[in-house]
C-alpha cells in the first residue's frame, strides 16, 4: 500500500462545541465502542487517473468543515471540535496483481475501515482509497466517519462534486446550509432554546406516564446473543401502495403503524412505545447540511381495540409530533431522565425505529394501484436472511432501508429480549399486518389492552 499526501485549505477555523446532533451520534458512537462509519465503493470506468482523485480529496477536505475537524477533549472533561484552516489528507493505494479479484478486495477494504475505529484527535474523518491492478485503477473506497456526516449528508457531498464546473472544477455556489460551528453557536441563542425545552416538555409528558418495560425479562435460551435478520417484502411493498390510497396516506407512518401492532402482538404489550430517529432535514437549512442533524423522538401508540386503518391514522399524528419533537440539545435530555429515573426508576427506551427512506411519497411508481390478487400473489415472495452480527447495545432495533420496489427490513435484536422465533414473528407480522389490512378494510389490531407484566 502507498500513500499521496494531499494538502488542502478551506474558509472558515475555530474550536467549539458539538453540534446537538454530533452529541447524539458522538454518545452512540462511545456507546457501540465503532465509529459508526459509513463506506462506499466507487467502480471506475477505463481511463481512470489517480490526479482526479487527488483533487476529489481536495475538494471534499476543502469545501467541507466537517471533513477538516478532528475532537478535542479538554482534561477536565467534555468534548469540542476542532475546525482546521489548512493540512494534508492521506489518499492509499492499494495494488494487486492480475490474478486478485479486485471487487472482492475494495470489500474488504472498505469492511477494514469500518470495523477500525477512526482516531477522532488525529485523524481526519475521512478515509479514501483506491484499487489498482496492473497498473489500471478499479475501484474507489470512500470510508465518512458518522460524526462528520450522515447518509444525506454524504449524498450532499457527492452532488455538491458533480456540480462543480468541468472547466475549471470550481464549485457552483456557497456550501449549503450551516458548518457545524456556526450551528452550535445557534443552538444556544434563544429560539433554540425555546424549542429544545419544548421538546423536553413532550418527553417529560411521556416519560412520566409510560409504562417501565417494552420487552420481556430477559431469558437466556442458549441462542447466538446477538442476531441481525433482514427482510424483503413485495407484498408489504404493494400493500402499502394500495393502503395510501384507500386511506390518503404515505407510506412511513402505515409502515411505523404495522411494526406497531406486529410488535404488540408478538410481545402481549402496549402502548408501544419506541424512539424514532428523526432527520430533522425539514428545518431551515438543513436540508443539504453536511453535518450529522439525525436525533430521536419519543412515540407512544396505543393501538388496542381498533382497526388496522384506525391505527395508522393515530400513528400519523403521533409521529409527526415525535419528530418535532427531536430536536433538542441531549445534555438537558440527559438532566430529564436522571430526573424522572429519580421518580419512577429505570424505564426502557430501548425500542428505535429508524426509516431510512427519504421524507416525504416515494416516487410515483405509475400505473394502476395494486390489486388485492396482486398482493396475495406474491404473499409467498417475502426472503428472511439471518446475517452476522457481533455486539448490540440495544435491545431492539428495526431500520426501514431505501430499496426500490420492495420493504426491506432489518432488524438488530438481543435474544435475551426476543428469541429467534420472536424476530422472525416480528417480521413476517409486520407484512402481516399490511396484507390484512388490504384484504379487509375493517381488520382490527387484534392487540389487547395491555400491559401485560412479567
Not at 443552538?187 to 416538555?201: K, M, T, V
Not at 381495540?305 to 400513528?315: D, H, P, R, V, Y
Request: hydrophobic share 40%.
Amino acid at each position: 500500500m502507498t500513500a499521496i499526501s494531499v494538502p488542502f485549505h478551506g474558509e472558515g477555523a475555530g474550536v467549539g462545541e458539538l453540534t446537538w446532533g454530533q452529541k447524539h451520534i458522538w454518545t452512540a458512537m462511545r456507546d457501540s465502542g465503532s465509529s459508526l462509519s459509513m463506506s462506499a465503493i466507487r467502480p471506475l470506468a477505463e481511463g481512470a487517473r489517480v490526479d482526479e482523485f487527488v483533487d476529489e480529496l481536495r475538494f471534499f477536505m476543502s469545501r467541507f468543515q466537517p471533513m477538516r475537524t478532528r475532537l478535542v477533549f479538554p482534561p477536565d472533561g467534555g468534548t469540542l471540535q476542532e475546525v482546521y484552516a489548512s493540512g494534508e489528507a492521506r489518499l492509499e493505494i492499494v495494488d494487486i496483481d492480475a490474478g486478485t479479484d479486485a471487487a472482492k478486495t475494495a470489500e474488504t477494504l472498505s469492511q477494514r475501515h469500518v470495523d477500525t475505529p477512526f482516531d477522532y484527535a488525529h485523524e481526519w474523518p475521512l478515509r479514501m482509497a483506491l484499487v489498482r491492478q496492473d497498473g489500471v485503477l478499479t475501484h474507489l473506497v470512500t470510508t465518512l466517519c458518522h460524526i462528520a456526516a450522515d447518509a444525506t449528508g454524504a449524498f450532499a457531498m457527492f452532488m455538491d462534486l458533480l456540480r462543480r464546473d468541468p472547466e475549471t472544477g470550481e464549485p457552483a455556489g456557497p456550501v449549503a446550509g450551516l458548518q457545524p460551528l456556526e450551528l452550535a453557536r445557534t443552538q444556544r441563542e434563544p429560539a433554540a432554546r425555546r424549542q429544545s425545552d419544548a421538546a423536553l416538555r413532550h418527553w417529560e409528558d411521556l416519560l412520566r406516564t409510560m409504562e417501565p418495560k417494552r420487552l420481556a425479562d430477559p431469558v437466556d435460551r442458549g441462542e447466538p446473543r446477538f442476531r441481525q435478520v433482514g427482510y424483503t417484502s413485495p407484498a408489504t411493498h404493494l400493500g402499502l401502495r394500495l393502503l395510501g390510497e384507500r386511506l390518503r396516506l404515505d407510506a412511513a407512518p402505515m409502515l411505523l403503524a404495522a411494526f406497531a401492532i406486529a410488535l404488540a402482538r408478538v410481545t402481549g404489550r402496549n402502548p408501544v412505545v419506541t424512539q424514532l430517529i428523526g432527520s430533522n432535514r425539514f428545518r431551515p437549512g438543513f436540508a443539504e447540511i453536511v453535518s450529522p442533524v439525525n436525533q430521536t423522538g419519543l412515540c407512544s401508540l396505543d393501538v388496542a381495540g381498533i382497526t388496522i386503518a384506525e391505527a395508522m391514522l393515530l400513528t400519523k399524528r403521533r409521529s409527526i409530533t415525535a419528530y418535532k419533537y427531536a430536536y433538542y440539545d441531549p445534555d438537558d435530555l440527559d438532566e430529564l431522565l436522571a430526573r424522572v429515573r429519580r421518580d419512577r426508576g429505570d424505564l426502557d427506551r430501548s425500542v428505535v425505529y429508524n426509516d431510512r427512506r427519504p421524507p416525504g411519497p416515494p416516487p410515483d411508481p405509475g400505473g394502476p394501484v395494486p390489486s388485492e390478487a396482486e398482493i396475495r400473489a406474491v404473499a409467498d415472495a417475502g426472503v428472511l436472511r439471518w446475517e452476522r452480527l457481533d455486539q448490540f447495545k440495544g435491545k431492539l432495533m428495526l431500520n426501514v432501508n431505501n430499496e426500490p420496489d420492495t420493504v426491506d427490513l432489518m432488524a438488530h435484536a438481543d435474544t435475551r429480549y426476543l428469541s429467534t422465533e420472536d424476530i422472525d414473528a416480528l417480521l413476517r407480522g409486520v407484512e402481516s399486518v399490511v396484507i390484512e389490512a388490504t384484504l379487509d378494510p375493517s381488520a382490527p389490531t387484534g392487540v389487547g389492552p395491555g400491559p401485560v407484566t412479567s
